[in-house]
């Protein structure tokens, strides 16, 4: 059964640092692309940044700067280290990769992690 497993998040003040780590497990051929998603209450799940396969990165503009998404293959694991946090990062944060497993072909597959809390106070 493949899963992405998230740690890290938690509180901290504004202007600080925190890391997120998620990493995959299970049966899978390969990942693709691997990303943060976050939620704040009463909004909409918003991208943060993602990474390809290959190292490219795109992120949002508002945390452009600050965070810095990064991978290791070797782990299957995805990290994003958050710097210079404000109150308006607080939101659940959630790992989303393209997982390319085998069926009777090698197909795509999207998967999310549980989420992690991420506060910020002011």
């Known amino acids: 059964q493949v899963q992405l497993v998230e740690s890290g998040g938690g509180l901290v003040q504004a202007g600080g640092s925190l890391g997120l780590s998620c990493a995959a497990s299970?049966?899978?051929?390969?990942?693709?692309?691997m990303r943060w998603y976050r939620q704040a209450p009463g909004k909409q799940r918003e991208l943060v940044a993602s990474i390809t396969s290959g190292g490219s990165t795109v992120y949002a503009y508002s945390v452009k700067g600050r965070f810095t998404i990064s991978r290791d293959n070797a782990k299957n694991t995805v990290y994003l280290q958050m710097n210079s946090l404000k109150p308006e990062d607080t939101a659940v944060y959630y790992c989303?990769?393209?997982?390319?497993?085998?069926?009777?072909?090698?197909?795509?597959?999207?998967?999310w992690g549980q989420g992690t809390q991420v506060t910020v106070s002011s």
């Open positions: 299970g049966s899978f051929f390969s990942i693709s692309a």
């Open positions: 989303n990769a393209d997982l390319v497993v085998v069926t009777t072909k090698l197909i795509a597959v999207e998967y």
